[in-house]
Nanobody, 115 residues
């Protein structure tokens, strides 16, 4: 059974930076992608950034140039560095692992950007 645990959320002023981490436990074969999603109040969950098997990185247009995803396979961890944060980035951020035909989710961590 795979478990994902996020950390690093908090409150920051606009223009500031935050780093999120996700630690994975358990074993799963055939991982297709790992990534970060977010959900703001009243909105659908959306992709923020993901790393696809083979090395491709995808970013939402709204975060390109500001956010960076990285994966440390040896430590089974994933990180999201968020710079130049905007109030529109306020949301609950979830880490995700897609493997063996299903999605696994963390419990989420709140990021609040004040103007």
């Amino acid at each position: 059974q795979v478990q994902l645990t996020e950390s690093g959320g908090g409150v920051v002023q606009a223009g500031g930076s935050l780093s999120l981490s996700c630690a994975a436990t358990g074993t799963i074969a055939d991982i297709w992608a790992v990534g970060w999603y977010r959900q703001a109040p009243g909105k659908q969950r959306e992709l923020v950034a993901r790393a696809i098997s083979g090395g491709r990185l995808d970013y939402a247009d709204s975060v390109k140039g500001r956010f960076t995803i990285s994966v440390d396979d040896s430590k089974s961890t994933m990180h999201l560095v968020m710079n130049s944060l905007k109030p529109d980035d306020t949301a609950v951020y979830y880490c995700n692992l897609n493997g063996s035909g299903r999605d696994y989710w963390g419990q989420g961590t709140q990021v609040t950007v004040s103007s």
